[in-house]
């Protein structure tokens, strides 16, 4: 299973401890709105409904027994009810205190008991309960009784308690709505927290530690180019500039741990190479001269002239061979002395100045003196080589140009051309012993100026493309005399 990350973990703990306050605030409106519903039953509790409907549905009921009394008693109305009126063919009759009985208020009563039979009308400070019983006859008979301000206050009581717990309802269903809406954005606010918070720390601290470990598992497979840029706090970038120093000189010391073993395993195998070589070719050059000189006088002489010619030809290009060979495994220790690098490079290049003059012959040199130690020979022997694979590379008019740069703790004498390049494995070969491109050369010229490089304590790079041209750079310690 694969592990989370150092970014997706820091997320999960933000966002734990962000969604807290989102709780808290959750239960403290909750507790609220407990309380605001405790407030609300002990309101109902105090003015209870149910008693104000029981009272009222008790009085209707005696009004309607009044109503029946006086049907089954030949119209005789009870004492307990306060008026009575007979509405017959859209006329009225009232038939007890008519005088309580204003037009005004007859009217609200019928029209009020066209909707239902039962109810209550208001009339200057007054309740009139009244009741509507309609006979097969056709006639209504209205009834009821007269409340004053007491019960008034009563029911405006009730109606109050009513709107205030309507009123309650409507706020405490508002208020959870508010409540879920405000937790819903306070998480949303705090999950976006956390996700910025730990992806900046993630980007501070995560991903350049992440970086570093991948170039550490380079670093430990050979990989030694590997160069993180710095991010982060200020500590994290130290950590990575020092990194990225290691690397440099790690990738240093192994590439000049590398050519030292090449080289030292080349000039044993060139030393064995030109030994075994040099032996046998003096005897056969002596041969092939007796061979001439006893057939220059006979007919077969014209016919074996071309073959020992060329037998002779090849036999001195493996002495050539030889000696380069040995050249490469007798090379004597350096002499070292401070030399100005830009001297050398302007004497080198006047000795090439008549080969180069068909070519854009370009030598960058710095204004001040260069002064470094080197042995002068050695130095000289590798400008010869890199110039002259150089000019064997490049075409008439192409440009070779010759830099010389400055570092702090190193110069690099970089020598370029614009012909055809190397593909990478020839890149990869161009430093072994007899490998060439050319078809008179003898493969020596690289290994020899490697060696050269190497004892100066230097190191020898190579960059091509195929198409783009070769540049060879000598990387030296700069000493400063």
């Known amino acids: 299973m694969k592990s989370k990350s150092f970014g997706h973990k820091l997320f999960l703990l933000f966002l734990m401890f962000a969604i807290i306050p989102a709780v808290i605030i959750t239960l403290f409106g909750y507790f609220l709105l407990v309380e605001s519903g405790d407030q609300a039953e002990y309101r109902e509790n105090r003015y209870p409904e149910e008693l104000t409907r029981y009272y009222n549905d008790l009085l209707f009921d005696n009004i309607e027994d009044g109503i029946e009394h006086y049907l089954a008693t030949a119209r005789t109305v009870s004492p307990l009810l306060d008026f009575i009126f007979i509405e017959s063919d859209s006329s009225l009759q009232a038939v007890k205190r008519p005088e309580l009985l204003s037009p005004e208020l007859t009217a609200d009563i019928i029209k009020t008991a066209g909707v239902r039979p039962r109810g209550f009308v208001e009339k200057e400070n007054q309740y009139y309960q009244f009741s509507m019983k309609e006979l097969a006859t056709g006639e209504k008979i209205y009834a009821g009784l007269v409340h004053d301000h007491t019960y008034a206050d009563l029911v405006e009581t009730m109606r109050s308690s009513h709107a205030s717990e309507t009123a309650d309802r409507s706020l405490r269903r508002r208020y959870i709505i508010f409540l879920a809406m405000l937790f819903i954005t306070v998480s949303l606010l705090m999950v976006a927290a956390s996700y910025l918070f730990s992806n900046r720390l993630a980007k501070n601290i995560a991903r350049p530690l992440t970086e570093l470990s991948e170039a550490s598992k380079k670093i430990a497979g050979g990989n ?40 030292a395993a080349w000039r044993q195998v060139a030393r064995r190479f030109a030994h075994e070589l040099k032996n046998p070719l003096q005897p056969l050059l002596i041969s092939l001269y007796r061979i001439e000189k006893q057939l220059l006088d006979t007919e077969a002489y014209d016919k074996i002239y071309e073959p020992l ?173």
């Open 224 to 263: 030694f180019n590997q160069k993180i840029e710095p991010a982060g706090d200020r500590e994290i970038q130290v950590l990575v500039e020092n990194f990225n120093s290691m690397a440099v000189q790690l990738e240093q010391i192994t590439s000049r741990l590398a050519q030292t073993q090449r080289v």
């Open 309 to 481: 010619r060329a037998a002779s030809e090849e036999l001195k290009h493996l002495t050539n061979l030889a000696e380069r060979f040995s050249h490469l495994a007798k090379l004597p220790p350096p002499q070292m002395e401070s030399a100005d690098l830009k001297k050398i490079i302007r004497s080198v290049a006047h000795l090439y100045e008549a080969r180069l003059a068909k070519f854009d012959f370009v030598v960058n040199l710095p204004d001040r003196e260069i002064i470094a130690r080197v042995d002068v020979a050695y130095l000289r022997e590798a400008l010869h080589n890199l110039l002259q694979n150089a000019i064997d590379a490049s075409d008439e008019g192409e440009r070779i140009v010759v830099n010389l740069d400055a570092l702090d703790d190193r110069t690099n004498i970089s020598i370029t051309d614009h012909g055809e390049g190397m593909s990478p494995q020839a890149v990869t070969s161009a430093r072994l012993p007899y490998y060439t491109t050319k078809d008179q050369g003898t493969g020596l010229g690289l290994a020899i100026v490697e060696k050269s490089v190497n004892e100066l304590g230097g190191q020898l790079f190579i960059e091509s493309k195929s198409g783009y041209g070769t540049t060879v750079t000598i990387t030296l310690p700069y000493n400063r005399g």
